[in-house]
């Protein structure tokens, strides 16, 4: 089945404690992106990225590593998470943008930082 | 720059009734519009998108969106809602360029 799985669902952490979330497609899609979700706001892209090791910031990237070492897999990574960072967080992914091609979503993962 | 607008932020609605959720947008070069629907605790899920050619698009589960250029708008509708459609829309827009730009939702709920 054609997915995109993100992990954990929901995470639960204290402030400057390192994380990862991972993202992983199994559709051979060549863009991939992170969002996060916040009431009033909408979806906000973090990252973005076109290819294996082609990587590029969106509109909030402050405080968010990424890394494309390999075509399937785009982690998030916050080096010292802060409470503001608390959100709900969507990978997506898509063929490629040259055709306009829809994304595709993972199922979120809900994150708080305490 | 680009920016989506959806005005609406709730739009309560009957059941079997017509729905319109409005989406405008602000784009000093070609886009192209989506509209997305997540349902509780889920991802989101492509409903119409509208690339070029006909204004008028159609969509999964009879929704439809209509694309005016002039009012630089890209409202969907769909002439009779059902229970499963309570969720939340959202508008976006990409343009030439590499990123998609999310408006703040639409929360439809329908009412039985």
């Known amino acids: 089945e054609a997915q995109v799985t993100q992990n954990p669902r929901y995470l639960i952490t204290v402030t400057g404690k390192k994380l990862t979330v991972t993202c992983s497609q199994n559709?051979?899609?060549?863009?991939m992106s992170w969002y996060r979700q916040d009431p009033g706001l909408g979806l906000r892209q973090i990252y973005y990225s076109m290819n294996v090791e082609v990587t590029d910031k969106g509109d909030v990237p402050e405080g968010y590593k990424v890394s494309r070492k390999e075509k399937r897999n785009f982690p998030l990574i916050l080096e010292s998470p802060s409470p503001n960072q608390t959100s709900l967080y969507f990978c997506?992914?898509?063929?490629?943008?040259?055709?306009?091609?829809?994304?595709?979503f993972g199922s979120g993962t809900q994150l708080s930082v305490l | 720059a680009q920016s989506v607008t959806q005005l609406d932020s709730q739009v309560p609605v009957f059941e079997e009734a017509p729905v319109e959720l409005r989406c405008n947008y602000s784009s000093s070069v070609s886009v192209y519009l989506f509209w997305y629907v997540q349902y509780p605790n889920q991802g989101l899920q492509l409903l119409l998108k509208y690339l070029s050619g006909s204004t008028l698009v159609k969509g999964i589960n009879g929704f439809e969106a209509e694309f005016n250029k002039s009012q630089t708008s890209f409202h969907l509708r769909k002439p009779s809602v059902h229970i499963s459609d309570t969720a939340e829309y959202f508008c976006a827009l990409k343009d030439t360029g590499n990123q998609f730009y999310f408006g703040t939702g639409t929360s439809l709920t329908v009412i039985p």
């Open positions: 997506a992914s898509s063929f490629g943008l040259a055709t306009n091609e829809k994304l595709f």
């Open positions: 559709m051979n899609h060549e863009y």
